[in-house]
């Protein structure tokens, strides 16, 4: 593959994604709904395109990372579309967190048209994004996974193929398990320590020197004490995922109490007008649930 290289999906992930690759001297095609947010990438020499069908023409490879089933749907099968391009021999990565069938339903359709599909959905939020050390988790073809492997390279640091297509989401949907349980976890030590009185910088430094030590602790828990709520990860789009996991988990007949619950608790979060902020902001309903402000 040369490195006419597609990008669609220009959110808080994809741009710093994309702003790699253009750095690493990939030639970047790029599409996103809002223009605006692509105007940055345009001043580092990505070509702006008008429409899915257009990147996917003009580039050998092309990754997406967008919001929702529906958009990943309508960037790849819609009106104007990746499918309605002449993409025989053409290499597709789908970056997104999404539903595992609807990745292995879209690769289906592309291989009627004899191209290829990975899902390689990615966790480290925007840090990660910025830094070029997210996870990605590949769900593939040995031999499309070696074709993808030096951009996951620029995006990422720890970089595991799984399998098939559709592996990749499900494996992004134990980490969203896992990221559900330490979030709750996290934001009742921080309400917790504040209600006790304790030094909340040194009681965040040092249980996250033990066995609580976590991700969540290191880079979200300190966002928290300097009441910062924006986003690296969207509330929005964490209750899309577990939402994803619960629908899987019921296809399995597997209960995940802890999983719903937290659910629940980000719903309360979105009605009360902060979807659109930070996974952290979780503490403000634990202390909506006391009847005071804590932190």
């Not at 990749?168 to 559900?180: D, E, H, R, S």
């Amino acid at each position: 593959m040369g490195k006419k290289t597609g990008f669609i999906g220009l959110g808080v992930m994809g741009s710093s994604m994309a702003s790699r690759l253009i750095e690493a001297g990939y030639e970047l095609y790029v599409f996103n709904r809002t223009k605006s947010k692509a105007d940055p990438l345009i001043a580092k020499g990505a070509i702006w395109c008008d429409n899915p069908r257009e990147v996917a023409e003009s580039a050998d490879t092309t990754l997406t990372i967008v919001g929702y089933p529906k958009d990943v749907e309508e960037v790849y099968l819609g009106h104007n579309g990746i499918i309605e391009a002449d993409i025989s021999g053409k290499i597709f990565c789908d970056m997104t967190t999404t539903k595992p069938s609807l990745d292995m339903h879209i690769a289906q359709k592309l291989a009627e048209k004899d191209a290829e599909m990975a899902d390689a959905p990615v966790s480290g939020g925007d840090t990660g994004a910025k830094n070029g050390t997210l996870s990605i988790m590949a769900g593939c073809t040995e031999d499309v996974f070696a074709a993808l492997l030096p951009y996951f390279r620029i995006m990422g640091k720890n970089i595991t193929h799984m399998g098939a297509v559709g592996s990749g989401q499900n494996t992004k949907m134990a980490n969203q398990i896992v990221i559900a349980g330490t979030m709750c976890g996290v934001s009742e030590a921080l309400v917790y320590g504040a209600r006790a009185g304790l030094d909340l910088e040194k009681m965040v430094s040092t249980i996250s020197k033990g066995a609580a030590g976590c991700w969540t602790l290191d880079n979200l828990a300190p966002r928290v004490l300097r009441h910062d709520y924006e986003p690296g990860f969207m509330v929005e789009h964490f209750i899309k995922d577990m939402g994803i996991a619960l629908e899987e988990a019921e296809k399995m007949e597997l209960p995940l109490p802890s999983l719903a619950l937290t659910k629940q608790l980000y719903l309360a979060i979105k009605a009360d007008g902060m979807g659109r902020k930070g996974t952290q902001v979780l503490v403000k309903a634990l202390e909506a649930l006391s009847g005071k402000e804590i932190l």
